[in-house]
Nanobody, 124 residues
Framework: QVQLVESGGGLVQAGGSLRLSCAAS????????MGWFRQAPGKEREFVAG????????YYPDSVKGRFTISRDNAKNTVYLQMNSLKPEDTAVYYCAAVYTMQIFTIARDYDYWGQGTQVTVSS
């Protein structure tokens, strides 16, 4: 079956960096676009980064543009999220997701598979 497993979350001070990883199994990874989302308590799940199948195109909302970078290694079936200049408002559970498409989707309900999430906490 399809599994997405995130890792790399933790506690970091404001201004610091974290790198999240998401390892996929049970899918032909290179045929899926990947996305990272986050959800803070009491808030809706929010799109933070997307990457197409080949890794040649990425997309970010303004809230993280210039601070977050998504990348993928199709040989390792893994997608990454490098997060720099972290702010307390970045605190959330971060999820990776996969969708069988050539495009980059920004809406959570359009994704086919989800990981279990990893907690990121940014202290001020």
């Amino acid at each position: 079956q399809v599994q997405l497993v995130e890792s790399g979350g933790g506690l970091v001070q404001a201004g610091g960096s974290l790198r999240l990883s998401c390892a996929a199994s049970g899918v032909t990874f290179s045929t899926y676009a990947m996305g990272w989302f986050r959800q803070a308590p009491g808030k809706e799940r929010e799109f933070v980064a997307g990457i197409n199948r080949s890794g040649t195109r990425t997309y970010y909302p303004d809230s993280v543009k210039g601070r977050f970078t998504i990348s993928r290694d199709n040989a390792k079936n893994t997608v990454y999220l490098q997060m720099n200049s972290l702010k307390p408002e970045d605190t959330a559970v971060y999820y990776c997701a996969a969708v069988y498409t050539m495009q980059i989707f920004t809406i959570a309900r359009d994704y086919d598979y989800w990981g279990q999430g990893t907690q990121v906490t940014v202290s001020s």
